[in-house]
């Protein structure tokens, strides 16, 4: 059968394609690709193009189909798969194979990724645990996933140290004190949502030099609905102040128990260091560019205090399966992270323009044509297109945030490409 993709031939050389996909085998499965979130990793593979250690050498004469983020729906089911499998499954894919190449969906392979209409789920990701069901309300929840398990697997990578005993417990501080520095961006909002609905802190502050972006983060998390659930939500533009650290340490009433750091700038974590009070833990989540960041920590304060310092990336099934459940039981919203919605034809210029970040998280629909479009300038579309105009009455119904009842509704009425 035919699909339409965007594929990866070289360094920035994306193009949209029709081909056939070559029929599936009695350990494969055929998925419809429903949506795929855009995340900063896939623009780096496309840049780098085969000197990314994921993509392929090969790959002028075999394009892979970009998009690690998808949920979709099971169409057909390999002979030896029956009963393991059934059409009409929603599943996501956890693209972290741990193969010794490298080698994953969205960076590696001909016919899986996030980007296409139609995806052939090869047995290696069977194998791994890697495709996983899911029951959440809305595809683009499911898309959000793979981002959601590696924040909350920076989560789990905190620890702290009863120096009584020294026993070890694993996890952010169950009702403690967690920092975000430079965490207005979608993993920061991620975290937000993550820290008050998995990890049960009692405070969060935000900060970032930037009030746009700030602003934003607060109106997709906003301190009231945080403060319903029993957390104190601190948004706090560090910019404006001669000293950040002092102000930091006086919210906190002493300082932090756990701070991500989701910027790879050495002075954040410098900073980091100087708010945790005495058990703290720093997870540096933020990815450096370059393979020799140098930053500055007190370590008088590692052997007094018991600092700690961590670092996680990625994921694991483990971490997919749990996100799928906070979601399914509706401890996270999902929503709070989409900025932007789109169609395939307009993902090429969505993925080349994330050279300069911009928004949270944003949702490619596969099969629709549909230009990339903010959801907060749905209201100003609908004066003159009656399909965002609906959309934006849905929107605003849900509190302005993107929403199951909104995709079902795109969903229907969009043009398909």
């Known amino acids: ?24 085998t009695e350990n494969e499965i055929l998925m419809r690709v429903i949506s795929d979130s855009l995340c900063a990793s896939t623009y780096k593979a496309v840049k780098q193009g085969t000197a990314h250690k994921r993509v392929p050498p090969d790959i002028a004469e ?10 979709g729906e099971i169409i057909n089911v390999g002979k030896n798969l029956k009963g393991k499998w059934r059409e009409g499954q929603r599943a996501v894919i956890q693209p972290a194979l741990k193969l010794e ?42 898309s959000l ?17 009863d ?6 417990t694993d996890g952010a501080k ?4 967690l920092a975000i520095l430079g965490g207005a961006g979608p993993m920061g909002i991620g975290a937000v949502e993550l820290g008050i609905g998995y990890a049960g802190v009692s405070q969060i502050v935000v900060t970032d030099i930037n009030q746009e972006r700030l602003d934003y983060a607060k109106r997709m998390c906003s301190p009231e609905a945080a403060k319903v659930k029993g957390c104190e939500l601190t948004y706090l533009n560090t910019s404006e ?76 099934p483990e971490d997919t399966v749990d996100t799928i459940r906070l979601i399914e039981q509706g401890k996270i919203n999902c929503g709070a992270l989409v900025s932007h919605i789109l169609g395939l034809p307009a993902l090429k210029d969505a993925v080349f323009a994330m050279e300069k970040p911009s928004g949270a998280k944003k949702v490619c629909y596969s099969a629709l044509d549909i230009p990339l479009v903010a959801i907060d300038e749905l209201e100003a579309l609908g004066n003159t297109d009656p399909l965002w105009k609906e959309l934006a009455a849905i929107v605003k119904k849900n509190g302005g945030l993107w929403c199951a009842e909104a995709e079902k509704y795109l969903l229907e009425n969009a043009p398909k490409i």
């Not at 075999?62 to 949920?71: L, S, V």
């Not at 169950?174 to 004190?177: C, M, T």
């Not at 989701?262 to 720093?282: N, Q, S, W």
């Open 1 to 24: 059968m035919k699909t339409t993709a965007v594929r990866l031939y070289g360094a920035m050389d994306l193009r949209l394609e029709t081909f056939e996909l070559p029929e599936i």
């Open 62 to 71: 075999k394009p892979i189909i970009i998009g690690h983020e998808m949920c």
């Open 101 to 142: 190449s490298g080698y994953d969906p969205g960076y590696s392979y001909q016919y899986i990724g996030g980007n296409t209409v139609y995806a052939i789920i090869p047995e290696i990701v069977l194998e791994r645990g890697c495709l996983i069901p899911f029951e959440g309300d809305s595809f683009f929840s499911g």
């Open 145 to 161: 996933v793979e981002a959601l398990g590696c924040i909350l697997r920076g989560f789990k990578a905190f620890y702290h140290t």
């Open 163 to 168: 120096y009584t005993n020294y026993i070890r």
């Open 174 to 177: 169950k009702g403690g004190r």
């Open 241 to 316: 102040y001669d000293d950040p650290v002092k102000t930091l340490i006086s919210i906190s009433d002493g300082g932090f128990d756990d701070v991500f750091v989701m910027v790879p700038v050495p002075e954040l974590f410098t900073m980091a260091e100087k708010i945790c009070r005495v058990d703290g833990c720093i997870n540096f989540f933020a990815g450096p560019a370059v393979k020799d960041m140098q930053g500055s920590l007190n370590l008088y304060r590692v052997h007094y205090d018991g600092i700690h310092v961590v670092g996680s990336a990625g994921s694991i």
